[in-house]
């Protein structure tokens, strides 16, 4: 309901506008909002959802924008088919530049997208086909059936009516199968690569959807104003609407509505009063407009629409996947069968060896630890097993396959499941989501089908299944709470949960005990038993020995990097070796 009421609101509020006596002015003002919304919405999801800075989407905009311009202009083509040569020239440049930039990360990503802004605005306002600094003018408005479209209410019912759909698509996509991997990207490479997931795939993808939204807004703005020239989509207009997005809410769909009307509104006032207020001419919106981001970035980082957000409970997802079919499933192992085979892997940081020869094996049904004091190489042997870290020498096979240099995507996509030393989630989702993360390489549906929602189907089967897990670990109670509110355990087991999500073969956990409470590492030693009875094979990376001495099989015991001693917990604890290396010895 909280998703869907601001749509049926909006979707009412436009006709009733349109139709009501107002003045062409106001007609006009909402004309541009809707505009300046529509590139906004693309930046909600690639810098709010996705975390990746642009400050180049009004050069989109302009892509957009020429398209139509030249094309009417040179060739008589109907506009209606010019917005989809805009929208392939925009996706063909978008997937250019977004091939090359989104490889950088921190403030190279930023510093990119500024400099191929000014470059297509450069080279927009230096083309003589393109009318240079002048621009190209008489641009027909556009119509239907004779009727003249392209000004006042029919275009403001028009440009609204995109708009809102655009929003539709937009929520449809974060509440799907890829909008939960693109939600991930901002959490970082690691969780999401290892839930086998292509990050910089859905960087591109993004991407091109943010400018695909800037290329219609160039494609209206074109016909709307009849005339179209590069100052509209230079550098201060890309920075403008980022500053309109985040004003709003960078992270809502609807901040971005919120944040181009009320930017647009203030701008048109503050142009006309500060001067007379002052007395002398200037660009003094612009100092307050500086202000105002320093105030909302200290005071409302999440943006204005953040308080409306906070007032709306969230309302728990209808569970309505009783019913759904079950998601396939993988082959398992025969009990007994080799599952994993290390082979004298090693790693070396230039002169330093982290990882010297290990080999050890993992066999169906089977928990081992791997085991050591701080410093003897564990976390690194376990990203040399799981991909992360790329190995000098050595050889791992997975159920007979050599998977030695594959990346931890591939290697989750071959049934092996990992959890993470420190707990990598999206807190801002629920555990159901959460944990549905981790079916992803068991759906197939992509972007264009979850924007149309016609991914229902596999979306009640990622949801059965990912509830079945959280039953199966005993957290069937957490399905609607919000991840980032869960204490340390429950935020372990919700790991344990979306890892099983994979339907693994391999189970990887690294250190799942670190910060739980007796109770809580007695619930997850509980937990562990159950999956080996089930015939799951886990690798337990941990230092809490009581737990490792209980639910263990085999241990594999490291020190500086080198096998120590492997075996039964009996046989390690009984070993002098293993003692010293913990405790030290008496000289």
Same mark, same amino acid.
């Given at each position: ?80 088919? $010019?917005? #989809? &040569?805009?929208? =392939? +020239?925009?996706?063909?440049? /978008?997937?250019?530049?977004? %091939?090359?930039?989104? !490889? ?100 591109? $993808?993004? #991407? &091109?959807?943010? =400018? +695909?939204?800037?290329?219609? /807004?160039?494609?209206?703005? %074109?016909?709307?104003? !009849? ?107 025969? +009990? ?252």
């Amino acid at each position: 309901m909280k998703k869907s009421l601001p749509i049926l609101l909006l979707t009412a509020a436009v006709p009733l506008v349109a139709v009501l006596p107002l003045p062409d002015f106001w007609i006009a003002q909402l004309n541009y909002i809707g505009l300046y919304a529509l590139v906004c919405l693309g930046l909600v999801l690639l810098t709010g959802v996705g975390g990746l800075t642009s400050f180049g989407q009004a050069a989109f905009v302009g892509v957009g924008a020429y398209s139509t311009a030249w094309l009417t202009l040179n060739t008589g083509m109907s506009p209606w088919l $010019t917005v #989809f &040569v805009g929208l =392939a +020239l925009t996706t063909v440049s /978008a997937l250019l530049v977004g %091939a090359i930039t989104l !490889r950088m990360s921190g403030h190279y990503l930023p510093l990119a997208t500024i400099a191929w802004g000014l470059s297509l605005y450069f080279l927009m306002g230096n083309l003589d086909a393109l009318g240079k600094y002048d621009g190209l003018l008489g641009l027909k408005s556009l119509s239907i059936a004779g009727v003249d479209i392209g000004q006042g209410r029919l275009f403001f019912v028009l440009c609204w009516a995109i708009l809102i759909a655009g929003s539709v698509a937009m929520l449809n996509l974060l509440d799907s199968r890829p909008g939960r991997a693109i939600r991930s990207l901002k959490v970082g490479s690691q969780m999401a690569e290892a839930m086998g997931i292509s990050t910089l795939r859905y960087k591109i $993808t993004i #991407f &091109v959807i943010a =400018a +695909l939204f800037a290329s219609v /807004a160039g494609w209206l703005l %074109a016909h709307f104003q !009849r005339t179209v020239n590069p100052s509209a989509f230079g550098l201060k207009m890309g920075i403008e609407y980022l500053f309109m997005t985040v004003i709003g809410g960078v992270g809502y769909v609807w901040g971005a509505i919120v944040g181009a009307g009320l930017v647009k509104l203030l701008d048109d006032y503050l142009q006309v009063a500060l001067p007379a207020l002052i007395g002398t001419s200037g660009s003094y919106e612009v100092i307050v407009f500086g202000i105002a981001l320093v105030l909302v970035l200290k005071y409302l980082p999440d943006g204005l629409w953040s308080m409306v957000a906070r007032k709306l409970p969230r309302a728990p997802r209808a569970v309505n996947w009783q019913h759904a079919p079950d998601l396939p499933v993988r082959s398992k192992p025969v +009990l007994g069968d080799t599952v994993l085979h290390v082979e004298k892997i090693r790693k070396q940081f230039g002169g330093l060896t982290a990882v010297n020869d290990i080999s050890f094996e993992i066999h169906a049904g089977e928990i081992v630890g791997l085991i050591g004091p701080n410093g003897a190489g564990k976390s690194t042997t376990f990203n040399l097993v799981t991909g992360v870290l790329s190995k000098t020498s050595g050889a791992v096979t997975f159920r007979g396959e050599d998977i030695t240099a594959l990346s931890s995507r591939d290697i989750s996509r071959k049934g092996m499941a990992r959890t993470f030393q420190h707990v990598k989630m999206i807190a801002d989702m629920t555990v159901l989501e959460n944990v549905t993360l981790g079916a992803y390489t068991r759906g197939k549906q992509g972007v264009l089908s979850s924007m149309l929602r016609l991914n229902g189907r596999e979306e009640q089967s990622l949801m059965k299944e990912a509830q079945r897990q959280l039953e199966r670990i005993g957290m069937g109670a957490y399905l609607h709470e919000q991840a980032g509110n869960l204490p340390m355990g429950p935020q372990r087991l919700m790991e344990i949960a979306r890892a099983l999500c994979c339907d693994p073969a391999l189970l990887l956990l690294d250190e799942p005990a670190a910060g739980l409470r007796h109770k809580e590492k007695q619930a997850l030693a509980q937990v562990l038993r159950q999956l080996q009875t089930e015939g799951m094979s886990i690798l337990l990376v941990e230092h809490d020995m009581d737990l490792v001495m209980d639910v263990c099989d085999q241990l594999v015991v490291m020190e500086f990097g080198t096998l120590l001693t492997r075996g039964t917990p009996a046989e390690v604890q009984a070993n002098p070796a293993v003692r010293a290396a913990y405790l030290g010895t008496e000289h």
